[in-house]
């Protein structure tokens, strides 16, 4: 059975690099939709965007300018980095698999709380 | 964006009674080439990650129990909890996946009476 694990600092300075990694166990990255999620402290889900196993990305456009989602299948991977970062970007982080580019995530990692904070 | 609206924002049921969690979303999620609607349902107890009961708007997703019904057309979905039990006890949220982004609602938070 495919689980995922975010792992990445719990802590970041405002205007830093917010950098996370999901390592996908029991299954292969080579198939499938890889996908974040966050989910502010007390707050609702927000969609960050996903990957698939050849590098195809969507990402939400909020969030486009500053965000990189990217895939190591070498390592059964992928990666999310987001740019100058504030504190609206505190959250708990979520990585996921979807079957495709237009599925619902159906795997969830356990998350990961990153604190944007100096 | 699509904009995904939950009613109520939360909810109190009474152990064995029927809970109805509403969705609307701002444009339609039906696709008429596939007759699909692109529209989840996601159980969230705290401290848990959000785990998939619903997908294409009324498919079970595997081992979730029958008492869990998603339903709706369009853009009005609703799911049913036909007898509350204690473990339902949970925040819900819709998610569509029609079009990118893909947009949540603000959640349910469900509790027992």
């Known amino acids: 059975q495919v689980q995922l694990q975010e792992s990445g600092p719990g802590l970041v300075k405002p205007s830093e690099t917010l950098s996370l990694t999901c390592t996908v166990s029991?299954?292969?990255?080579?198939?499938?939709?890889w996908s974040w999620i966050r989910q502010p402290p007390g707050k609702g889900l927000e969609w960050i965007g996903f990957i698939n196993y050849s590098g195809i990305t969507n990402y939400n456009p909020s969030l486009k300018s500053r965000l990189t989602i990217s895939v190591d299948t070498s390592k059964n991977q992928f990666s999310l980095k987001l740019t100058s970062v504030t504190a609206a970007d505190t959250a708990v982080y979520y990585c996921?698999?979807?079957?495709?580019?237009?599925?619902?995530?159906?795997?969830w990692g356990q998350g990961t709380l990153v604190t944007v904070s100096s | 964006d699509i904009v995904m609206t939950q009613s109520p924002d939360s909810l109190a049921v009474s152990l064995g009674e029927r809970a109805t969690i509403n969705c609307k979303s701002s444009?339609?999620?039906?696709?008429?080439?596939?007759?699909?609607?692109?529209l989840a349902w996601y159980q969230q107890k705290p401290g848990q990650p959000p785990k998939l009961l619903i997908y294409?708007?009324?498919a079970r997703e595997s081992g979730v129990p029958d008492r869990f019904t998603g339903s709706g057309s369009g853009t009005d979905f609703t799911l049913t909890i036909s007898s509350l039990q204690a473990e339902d006890v949970a925040v819900y949220y819709c998610?569509?996946?029609?079009?990118?982004?893909?947009?949540f609602g603000q959640g349910t938070k469900l509790e027992i009476k």
């Open positions: 029991g299954g292969s990255i080579s198939s499938y939709y």
């Open positions: 998610q569509q996946y029609s079009n990118s982004p893909h947009t």
């Open positions: 294409w708007a009324s």
């Open positions: 996921g698999r979807g079957w495709g580019s237009f599925d619902p995530v159906e795997v």
């Open positions: 444009q339609n999620v039906f696709y008429s080439s596939n007759n699909k609607n692109y």
